[in-house]
């Protein structure tokens, strides 16, 4: 049994209390007041049910391609090093997984992890639906690999065969895409009103087909509105936003980072970041989801899309609760229980109630924050294969101290 006390965090309350894990059955077994009893001296720390990353990519598959710029196990590492207990790939591999086989054998490789991975399979023109309850991924405007659509109309046609499924969309519109591509900046040849358009459409497929909708990576204003009047009229769609459309806009862009900062969707204005902030903190946006894109040194000083996240996932929320007065439940809601909740239905046998709550019968894996320990981020420290961070350089006012995985504890190292 592991017994640990201190300040703990859920979503609807903050106390003071003791945990129990089973070590055996890896559930939470007791959750209780305090006795003086700990295995770990936590003064000071909060302890959150198991943050939960539903956006990364492992790029690990059977081709083994991609790999020299991460795997499962590597993901695993830098996940813990993060404060990271469960995490949500991404389908765009190079042997993509659209059908039940291909899902199969990519499920295997997510063996040698030691956080739990759910995977979601691909959308692509010429798939269909897996016979297994599984989430979905469906890139509308071009990304790494082939799984994207070249209008609206072939992605409703292929859409309407998921009628009902979890579906998550990568929401930039390929026409406007293409209408851009001779732009002067990545900025904008990937511009707002791609995605605002895409955003838009998603939603309209998500309300006709019946889907149980995401919209990944969201980083402007202007469509809030859009999700906010979606949400009132009963569609079922949350959004993600990602810790670098949090902390940068385009105001912050040099010479010098232009490319380290290249993603896509790419950095936006100040008022959009600031915009999302609040969207997060009041409940519009419901996920801190990292898009951790492990791309190598050599590929981001070509031009390649994409930063790693997981090593920062945890420090990263004490940014939020230092500069941007998000309370501990704040944290706990969106990068704990509303992860849970998303991959629940996913989980397989021996998971009791799943991840997200620190109450008896939820999965025993925790992540325990020093709110007041500042960590200045450094290469050599990361432990994604990739080796680097777009948050290099800064000094996040708070740090992960352990991550607890079923009863299993990982001090930070």
């Known amino acids: 049994m592991l017994r640990l006390e201190g300040r703990i965090a859920n979503f609807d309350r903050e106390f003071e209390g003791a945990v129990e894990i089973n070590t055996e059955t890896g559930l939470i077994e007791h959750v209780g007041p305090r006795t003086g009893k700990s295995d770990l001296d936590l003064g000071g720390q909060i302890i959150f049910p198991g943050f939960g990353d539903l956006h990364i990519h ?32 991404m389908p765009n591999n190079p042997v993509a997984p659209v059908d039940d086989e291909r899902y199969a054998a990519k499920e295997k490789l997510t063996a040698k992890s030691a956080v739990h991975v759910t995977l979601y399979a691909g959308i692509g023109p010429e798939t269909n639906p897996l016979t297994r309850q599984v989430p979905y991924k469906a890139f ?48 904008l040849r990937r511009p707002a009103r791609a995605e605002i358009t895409a955003i838009e459409f998603a939603l309209y497929l998500i309300e006709r087909y019946d889907l149980v909708g995401k919209l990944c990576h969201y980083s402007t204003k ?26 940068f806009d385009e105001t912050m862009l040099t010479d010098e980072n232009r490319l380290w900062l290249q993603m896509n969707p790419p950095l936006r204005g100040r008022e959009d970041r600031l915009a999302l902030i609040a969207a997060l903190r009041e409940g519009l946006v419901d996920y801190v989801a ?27 929320a004490t940014w939020l609760m230092a500069e941007h007065g998000f309370s501990a439940r704040d944290i706990a809601r969106v990068c704990a229980y509303n992860p849970g909740s998303f991959v629940k239905e996913f989980l397989p046998q021996g998971f009791g109630k799943g991840y997200g709550v620190i109450e008896p019968g939820y999965v025993g894996s925790l992540t325990i924050l020093d709110p007041d320990a500042p960590w200045l981020v450094r290469r050599e420290e990361m432990k994604t294969k990739c080796g680097w961070s777009p948050f290099e350089g800064y000094t996040l006012p708070g740090r992960v101290t352990y991550t607890v995985l079923q009863g299993k504890v990982y001090p930070a190292s």
């Open 222 to 247: 202007g469509g809030l509105e859009k999700i906010a009047a979606a949400k009132a009229r009963g569609v079922r769609v949350t959004a993600e936003v990602t810790p670098h459309h949090l902390f």
């Open 290 to 316: 990292t898009d951790h894109a492990p791309h190598t040194i050599e590929e981001k000083m070509e031009g390649v899309s994409g930063v790693p996240h997981l090593d920062t996932y945890g420090a990263f």
């Open 140 to 187: 509308m405007g071009p990304s790494v690999g082939d799984l994207f659509f070249a209008s609206q109309e072939q992605l409703e046609g292929v859409i309407a065969r998921y009628r009902g499924k979890n579906v998550s969309f990568h929401c930039e519109d390929p026409a406007i895409l293409r209408e851009s591509k001779g732009a002067a900046t990545h900025e």
């Open 58 to 89: 492992a790029r690990d598959d059977v081709s083994k391609s991609q790999v020299y710029k991460e795997d499962f196990a590597t993901i695993s590492a830098a996940s813990i090093h993060g404060g990271v207990t469960h995490v949500a790939d």
